[in-house]
């Protein structure tokens, strides 16, 4: 290797080195050292509606939806939050189910929807009636597929809305099942997490998942709720959250009792397919938020082969050598903080394979920014 080819690979490899080091320091650190005390039996100071659309979900509501409604989330042994599941044109036997439990339960009903919203494609028309019908002004959202972590899940989540904050943002992680893919899954979910939650305690929120997900309804009517992605299949929850979250009206919940869970996907075409879908609507970000992500990407992307190639330039060696030592021993650290944190350690032991990894999901994934999609289905 020439002697200015080498420079150049060096100080390429330096500089992702170093603004990998600086996002874990500055942005990921404030979940690995995130501390709040939470009150289990936080006597309920809001009135909650908890709204959650379903299609097809005949097997998954049976094992859920008993947990969202048995919340303890009561003033006098009485409920003060509603349960509205939207029946979004299912065709299996949700229906039947969802009307068999109303008489069991009175702060829960569903709404059916049998004709499908012109031009308005994915979730975002049965999430749009699921709210207007809401009667209390704090929404809580999960999905059909998702079952919290406790029956303290609610709890948790209201005591986000202290001191005026109007967007709380929670976790949603996939439960752990055997094989590669589920670590994979759960890694780029756990990675996600980690992003927009550290973004968001540094001020700086841009999304969140609609799995596990609360805001006031003022709120959604004041930004004319979808309507500025409305021709989206996706974007229910990370587009809404990127229009109207700022540094001042958004908090984080994060506590393994205020997870909401879901099954992972179980076969690689699939979770290509969810992927895919999702990852197109980065590029409808705010142009700041695409700045500070892609930097991080870019480096990340850049940081492995600008290694394998500064590794063969001698006269550098050892100072690259104590560059690659520094910034595994920062991210080692934060990543095993914030694995814990999440509720995820046992992925620290695949988290450096799972790193390099993260080189092939950009080749995979990052087409998906450029080039448009035609219309999906949400499920």
């Known amino acids: 290797m020439s002697d200015n080819l080498g420079i150049i690979v060096f100080y390429c490899f330096a500089a992702a080195a170093g603004v990998q080091a600086l996002y874990y320091l500055i942005f990921f650190s404030r979940v690995a050292f995130y501390k709040r005390r939470f009150d289990e039996d936080f006597p309920p100071q809001e009135e909650l509606s908890v709204v959650i659309c379903a299609k097809n979900e005949e097997r998954s509501l049976p094992k859920n939806l008993p947990t969202v409604l048995q919340q303890r989330y009561h003033i006098h042994q009485q409920p003060v939050y509603e349960v509205i599941v939207v029946n979004d044109n299912s065709e299996d036997d949700s229906k039947y189910y969802l009307a068999s439990i ?81 670590k994979v899954v759960r890694y780029e979910t756990w990675f ?16 969140g998942v609609g799995r596990n997900l609360a805001y006031k309804k003022e709120l959604f009517f004041r930004h004319k709720g979808f309507t500025a992605h409305q021709h989206l299949a996706s974007g229910d929850d990370d ?26 996907k179980t076969k690689w ?26 930097l991080f990407s870019l480096s990340h992307f850049l940081f492995y082969p600008a290694l394998v190639m500064a590794l063969f330039y001698p006269p550098m060696l050892y100072i690259t050598l104590y560059i690659l030592g520094g910034k595994i021993l920062v991210q080692s650290i934060i990543t095993y903080l914030a694995l814990r944190k999440l509720d995820e350690q046992d992925l620290f032991w695949y988290s450096w394979l799972m790193d390099m990894l993260m080189f092939l999901y950009y080749v995979i994934f990052t087409p998906a920014l450029f080039f448009k999609k035609g219309r999906s289905k949400w499920k």
């Not at 019908?133 to 986000?160: E, F, N």
């Not at 809305?161 to 590669?180: A, D, H, M, T």
């Not at 075409?269 to 892609?294: D, E, I, N, P």
């Open 102 to 182: 109303e008489n069991g339960y009175p702060h829960y009903r569903h709404i059916e929807i049998k004709q499908s919203a012109q031009f308005i494609p994915g979730k975002k028309y049965p999430l749009s009636i699921g709210i207007k019908g809401a009667k209390y002004d704090t929404l809580v959202l999960t999905d059909a597929d998702c079952k919290p972590a406790s029956t303290y899940w609610l709890s948790m989540m209201a005591q986000g809305f202290k001191e005026g904050k109007e967007i709380v943002l929670g976790y949603g992680p996939y439960y752990k099942k055997p094989g590669f893919l589920n």
């Open 192 to 207: 996600s997490a980690l992003q927009y939650l550290s973004y968001a305690l540094s001020g700086i929120p841009y999304m």
């Open 239 to 264: 587009l809404f959250i990127n229009r109207a979250a700022n540094g001042r009206n958004t908090a984080v919940i994060i506590n393994k009792h205020a997870f909401a869970y879901s099954e992972p």
């Open 269 to 294: 075409k699939y979770w290509f397919k969810q992927k895919t879908r999702h990852m197109s609507t980065g590029k409808h970000y705010r142009f700041g938020h695409k700045v500070l992500l892609g």
